[in-house]
């Protein structure tokens, strides 16, 4: 599970759209579209149009996996850091009211502004 009370992430990569794991396929709802899938060594964040799963890939095998899914429409407030001319990382903070924060740090081609947008769509 996220640790909400440490809040961070290691930095992630984008990834194509079809390496997600069979487990995070199966929750996947009909209709969802995955938008991105961003990764660190191995576990990986998925961005759907509706929400986000993060998929914590544990044990020797990595066939023991924590799926953890936060619905857009709970996040209370989010922050977008672009990258910039000599820090190419970006960054996401989202707040989740009760549970607490959450941050990504993305490396390269991130499209963090997308995902902004995305998540915006829901809370507004």
Not at 27 to 53: M, W
Request: proline residues 1%; negative net charge.
């Amino acid at each position: 599970m996220i640790d909400f009370k440490n809040g961070s992430f290691v930095k992630l990569h984008k990834v194509s759209n079809d390496s997600i794991g069979e487990n995070a396929k199966k929750l996947l709802l009909d209709g969802e579209n995955v938008i991105s899938v961003y990764q660190s060594i191995r576990d990986y964040v998925i961005f759907t149009d509706k929400r986000f799963i993060s998929v914590n890939v544990q044990g020797l095998t990595g066939k023991k996996q924590d799926l953890t899914s936060m619905p857009y429409n709970k996040i209370s407030v989010f922050s977008v850091e672009t990258a910039g001319t000599l820090d190419f990382d970006s960054e996401l903070e989202l707040y989740f009211s009760g549970v607490g924060k959450v941050h990504f740090e993305f490396t390269g081609s991130a499209d963090i502004v997308e995902i902004g947008k995305i998540i915006g769509k829901h809370l507004l």
